[in-house]
């Protein structure tokens, strides 16, 4: 299926886990989710993916659903998954909701700003309210975009990914309409593809007031999922909101 913004072919998926070694963060973001949903809860993810977090919630006892654009990713994640025990649907979630309600809503590692307009954002906030139980939560990790909103120029890096292959990683910023414009190259042998993503980035207090439009409020920001303040000097941030109706 084409999201126009999503390229997780079969390439990207069979490097993901490579492209982000985060297994510290993975735990500790489970830990987190975890603690804002009752035993035996129900918890969706936007952007599921191979189920690095999907899957450890669902061996805790929850009842995970994930939602993802790439066929690739969730064959990943079928494959890992074999007692079957995440529900996962291909789709945008962006455009789609799954037609149930949730303990908690969770989109991390900046999934949400695959939504390229302030539009579609609100859109999809609106489809996390409805999907959130009256006292459901909604966990959004995503960079601060400071660093990055001040960029005048390209920047080039690299990453390796194992002994034989290494991925060429550009990054452009257009600040008139806060979109990030990243490619992707993985040069492992064979013939080198490129890849193209789309970000729109979005200020914590921009999205908290997007988050208002859409009917949440925040109640909780870290910046990381061990619970450390958020400050001046972070660049990343947990928030975690829920419905503006909740019970005080
Ligand atoms: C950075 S990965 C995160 C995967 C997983 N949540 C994790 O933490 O490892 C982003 C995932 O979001 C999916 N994705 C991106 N845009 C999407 C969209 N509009 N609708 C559904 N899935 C999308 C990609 O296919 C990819 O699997």
Not at 88 to 103: L, M, R, V, W
Not at 110 to 120: D, G, L, S, Y
Request: hydrophobic fraction near 40%.
């Amino acid at each position: 299926m084409s999201l126009g913004n999503v390229h997780y072919d079969e390439k990207l998926a069979s490097v993901y886990d490579q492209m982000y070694p985060i297994e510290f963060d993975t735990s500790l973001a489970v830990d987190l989710i975890a603690s804002l949903a009752p035993a035996g809860g129900r918890v969706l993810e936007l952007g599921v993916g191979n189920g690095r977090i999907a899957l450890p919630l669902a061996a805790r006892g929850f009842q995970v659903h994930g939602i993802d654009g790439s066929e690739a990713m969730l064959a990943v994640l079928r494959e890992r998954d074999e007692k079957g025990e995440v529900t996962a649907i291909e789709g945008d979630f962006t455009e789609t909701g799954t037609g149930h309600t949730f303990d908690v809503v969770t989109v991390v590692l900046n999934t949400f700003f695959v939504a390229t307009t302030r539009e579609q954002q609100i859109s999809c906030l609106r489809m996390v309210r409805e999907q959130l139980l009256a006292d459901g939560k909604f966990v959004l990790e995503a960079f601060d975009p400071t660093p990055y909103h001040g960029m005048e120029k390209p920047e080039f890096s690299m990453r390796h990914l194992d002994d034989g292959a290494v991925m060429l990683d550009t990054l452009q910023v257009d600040r008139s309409h806060q979109l990030m414009y990243a490619t992707h190259t993985i040069i492992d042998g064979g013939r080198p593809e490129t890849k193209h993503h789309v970000l729109r980035y979005a200020f914590p207090f921009e999205l908290d007031l997007l988050a208002e439009l859409a009917g949440l409020r925040l109640v909780d920001r870290w910046e990381d999922w061990e619970r450390n303040p958020y400050t001046a000097r972070s660049f990343r941030h947990v928030s975690v909101y829920e419905r503006a109706d909740a019970p005080a």
